[in-house]
């Protein structure tokens, strides 16, 4: 994984350069939102391994997503509310907890990151 957002914009260049022809609609979609992709590096470095997680919120929910599937959906409010809370607290124990929670005042703040470095 590239260091800086000028090497992973370099790398995202060749990758286009490379691709464009044998993919075109995947590389236009990518290219379209090539900005979005690398906003993490906007963030503290400590916290970019949770940022490039696929998806943090189906992780939380896949356990009650599996079981409600096993019941086939035939909960009333009530029951689904119980379930999804008694699934989640024994889940809670796996989750994983954030790296450098002291940055997270300074993202609060809008402090600016570079690379995943403070800039004064």
């Known amino acids: 994984m590239a260091k800086t957002k000028k090497e992973a914009i370099a790398a995202f260049d060749l990758f286009v350069e490379t691709y464009s022809v044998k993919y075109e609609r995947a590389v236009k979609k990518l290219t379209k ?14 916290h970019w391994k949770h940022i490039r997680t696929v998806s943090p919120i189906e992780r939380v929910f896949a356990t009650v997503r599996n079981r409600t599937r096993k019941t086939k959906g035939c909960l009333t409010r009530k029951t689904a509310l119980a379930m ?3 699934l989640r607290m024994p889940a809670k124990k796996k989750w994983r907890k954030i790296s450098g929670p002291n940055r997270l ?3 609060i703040q809008g402090v600016e990151f ?5 800039q004064l």
Do not use: M, N, S, W
Request: proline share 8%.
């Open 33 to 46: 939102d090539r900005d979005v992709l690398l906003t993490f590096y906007d963030f503290p470095a400590e």
């Open 84 to 86: 999804v809370f008694r």
């Open 105 to 107: 005042p300074d993202v």
């Open 114 to 118: 570079k690379d995943g470095i403070k």
